[in-house]
């Protein structure tokens, strides 16, 4: 079928099918002089999207989806709808703080609130800014569960360390580029790339089959003097010193793989993972 048939089918305005075209969700043939033609399998996908697009789910949750089973649909669901139930309990704070409710009242819905943000939303809230972006933002995927009773330890010694560690000195010009690179940096983004980190240490021979060509155009890139030479690749080596500086991967690591399991089952894949990757390069 073509695009207006399937724009009327599925109810999409014609940039947001091209965009999830970019995103490599529908593969529609292409004829000779240009033309598309879409089919009932598109056209599945396609209202798919719509539908989960509806009820609230970002681009990542959706590729995640439908790149998944349904287990993994019945989990982001279960999770979405968490998030909606967070929001109303925010919401019923605010309203009695607008209604001049006493402190004391506020204060304990407060309490029954933060034991069941996640770990990251707590990271997020104790390290606004590219700080904590650029030092925990990696491990998001391990840390959207309530923390647990016995992994309080490991999390508080993890807060202090990071409160304790010096200034991370940046130029006034970093500072900027930082900001305008980040600012637009959505938590759906770094899901993404964190989920595919995820999908590389569980099945390596199948991810590196479908993403050698793109890692090896990486890691020219990263050897060009473009990348040598730009504002990136400065932070970047800057971050790493600063890292190793203060024994980031010695204290906190450890950490982290205590208050978090499923980050500990991903640094052992990841090691193993790891050793593969040496071995073919």
Do not use: C
């Not at 947001?16 to 598309?36: T, V």
């Not at 279960?78 to 209604?99: A, G, M, N, P, T």
């Amino acid at each position: 079928m073509l695009r207006n048939e399937i724009q009327k089918l599925s109810g999409l305005t014609r940039k947001a099918i091209e965009y999830y075209e970019e995103r490599g969700l529908i593969n529609p043939k292409k004829s000779e002089n240009g033309y598309r033609d879409y089919s009932e399998k598109d056209l599945q996908i396609l209202t798919k999207i719509s539908l989960y697009r509806k009820v609230g789910l970002n681009i990542a949750e959706i590729e995640n989806v439908l790149n998944s089973d349904l287990n993994t649909l019945s989990a982001t669901l279960r999770k979405k709808q968490y998030e909606l139930e967070i929001q109303e309990k925010r919401k019923d704070i605010l309203e009695l703080i607008v209604k001049g409710e006493e402190d004391n009242i506020i204060q304990e819905k407060l309490a029954i609130l933060e034991n069941e943000e996640t770990i990251y939303e707590k990271l997020e809230r104790a390290f606004p800014g590219y700080f904590g972006m650029m030092i925990f933002s990696a491990y998001q995927p391990f840390l959207n569960e309530p923390l647990s009773e016995d992994s309080k330890s490991a999390y508080i010694k993890y807060v202090k360390y990071l409160d304790n560690l010096p200034q991370f000195e940046l130029s006034e010009e970093e500072q900027k580029y930082i900001e305008k690179n980040t600012s637009d940096i959505k938590l759906a983004d770094l899901k993404g790339v964190s989920d595919a980190k995820i999908k590389a240490v569980e099945n390596f021979e199948k991810w590196w089959a479908e993403n050698k060509d793109f890692v090896e155009k990486y890691e020219e890139f990263k050897r060009s003097d473009e990348y040598s030479n730009s504002l990136m690749k400065q932070i970047q080596d800057k971050l790493q010193k600063y890292i190793q500086e203060n024994n980031y991967y010695d204290i906190a690591i450890p950490l982290i793989r205590k208050f978090s399991k499923g980050y500990d089952d991903y640094y052992n894949k990841l090691t193993s993972t790891n050793e593969k990757y040496m071995k073919i390069q």
